[in-house]
């Protein structure tokens, strides 16, 4: 499976950016898709996933209610639609692909593939 991820940038606060991953190769047999992001110095942190099969979703406490997460099997492509942003939101963002597990979700640990990285700054 490959990921290329697209939609980052800059935003002011309060702003609104979209994310979007497309999947090639295997992608029709990716369990979970999720956003992860990791500011230089610190652990990466799980931002959202969804269950590519029933469409389940997670999402880490701070962004619940800002951010959703889609995934549209038809174009197997992942988006992360991104409203009222904050500073603290400012991070490289990575998409991934793994399995419907605990330790992926919440972690990305057992990803199948990993997107290249975007750059999302809130000012």
């Known amino acids: 499976v490959q990921l290329v991820e697209s939609g980052g940038g800059s935003a002011q606060a309060g702003g609104s950016l979209r994310l979007s991953c497309a999947a090639s190769?295997?992608?029709?047999?990716?369990?979970?898709m999720g956003w992860f992001r990791q500011v230089t110095g610190k652990e990466r942190e799980v931002v959202a996933a969804?269950?590519?099969?029933?469409?389940?979703?997670y999402y880490l406490n701070s962004v619940e209610g800002r951010f959703t997460i889609s995934h549209d099997n038809a174009k197997n492509t992942l988006y992360l639609q991104m409203n009222d942003l904050k500073p603290d939101d400012t991070a490289v963002y990575y998409c991934?692909?793994?399995?419907?597990?605990?330790?992926?979700?919440?972690?990305?640990?057992?990803?199948?593939?990993w997107g290249q990285g975007t750059q999302v700054t809130v000012s």
């Open positions: 190769g295997a992608a029709r047999s990716i369990e979970c």
């Open positions: 991934a692909a793994g399995p419907w597990r605990d330790d992926f979700v919440r972690t990305g640990k057992g990803a199948h593939a």
């Open positions: 969804i269950d590519t099969g029933d469409g389940s979703t």
